[in-house]
């Protein structure tokens, strides 16, 4: 059974750093790209970065609203995928989700019609 599972959102001031992580299982995480996203109530779901999908090519792309403060990772042997969240500012407040692509030795996207498991998300607030 695929599973991913977020965690590490918590609420942190503005210029302060998190590290979020995303517990898979059911499937091989370097075989699928993973992603991850971000939502406001009320907006729709914004693609963050994700890693590809494609084994041993850990090649990741970043939306330009996170480029050089993100830095997305993926931990093969803990089945682990990672955010890393430098800089944070108060307009990176949401709940973030990390998820997988359909189809295993997809490259990825930031677009989340083509990623079909989901966590329930972790909530991050940046606030001072």
């Known amino acids: 059974q695929v599973q991913l599972v977020e965690s590490g959102g918590d609420l942190v001031h503005p210029g302060g750093s998190l590290r979020l992580s995303c517990e898979t299982s059911?499937?091989?995480?370097?075989?699928?790209?993973i992603g991850w996203f971000r939502q406001v109530s009320g907006k729709e779901r914004e693609g963050l970065a994700f890693?590809?999908?494609?084994?041993?090519?850990?090649?990741?792309t970043y939306a330009d609203s996170v480029k050089g403060r993100f830095i997305i990772s993926r931990d093969k042997a803990k089945k682990m995928v990672y955010l890393q969240m430098n800089s944070l500012k108060p307009e990176d407040t949401a709940t973030y989700y990390c998820?997988?692509?359909?189809?295993?030795?997809?490259?990825?996207?930031?677009?989340?019609?083509?990623?079909?498991?989901w966590g329930r998300g972790t909530q991050v607030t940046v606030s001072s």
């Open positions: 998820a997988r692509g359909w189809a295993r030795g997809w490259f990825g996207s930031l677009a989340e019609a083509r990623y079909g498991y």
């Open positions: 890693i590809s999908g494609r084994g041993r090519d850990d090649s990741t």
């Open positions: 059911g499937f091989t995480v370097d075989e699928y790209a």
